[in-house]
């Protein structure tokens, strides 16, 4: 499922911002352009962050931006951006943003365990944290989406 949400349309690299709360406007404008959310899921996603800090930070430089579903999910959907250079949150460096949009409990869930598997790839990490090519970045994607598969 991961290999088909981020695509050339839900991709940024090379991505300049000076704060967390741009970078979650950044990063969601695909998906807004797609309208698959709405700005007030963005906007619940910063109410989040505010409220509860940097739990997003789920590896050393990769945060993932998600907020409830009734807070403006049009349907499944998620985005990739890569900084050019980093932006904190709570002290905790970020270089690369995933924003995550989920219609259901379901959807959420697998979504998360592909998300997971690829947390644990240190290739996958290395191309995040380095603006690695994004045909590899894609590669990867597609990998782990099959490997879910079986």
């Known amino acids: 499922m991961i290999g088909k949400l981020i695509n050339k349309d839900t991709f940024l690299d090379e991505v ?26 963005l906007e619940s996603v910063k109410e989040t962050v505010h409220r509860f800090g940097g739990y997003m930070v789920l590896v050393d430089d990769v945060v993932f931006y998600h907020g409830r579903p009734e807070a403006g ?10 900084l050019r250079e980093p932006v904190y949150l709570a002290e905790k460096r970020i270089k690369a943003a995933f924003v ?5 409990h379901d ?4 979504l998360l365990q592909e998300l997971a598997m690829l947390l644990q790839d240190e290739e ?11 045909d590899q970045i894609f590669r990867k994607l597609k990998e782990v989406e099959r490997s879910n598969e079986i």
């Open 73 to 82: 999910v049009n349907q499944i959907a998620m985005s990739l951006a890569l």
């Open 16 to 41: 300049v911002c000076y704060s967390w709360e741009e970078l979650v406007d950044i990063v969601g404008a695909p998906l807004l352009a797609l309208n698959y959310i709405s700005r007030a899921y």
């Open 100 to 104: 995550f949009a989920a219609v259901d």
């Open 107 to 110: 959807s959420h869930i697998k």
């Open 124 to 134: 996958f990490l290395f191309l995040l944290r380095n603006h690695g090519d994004r």
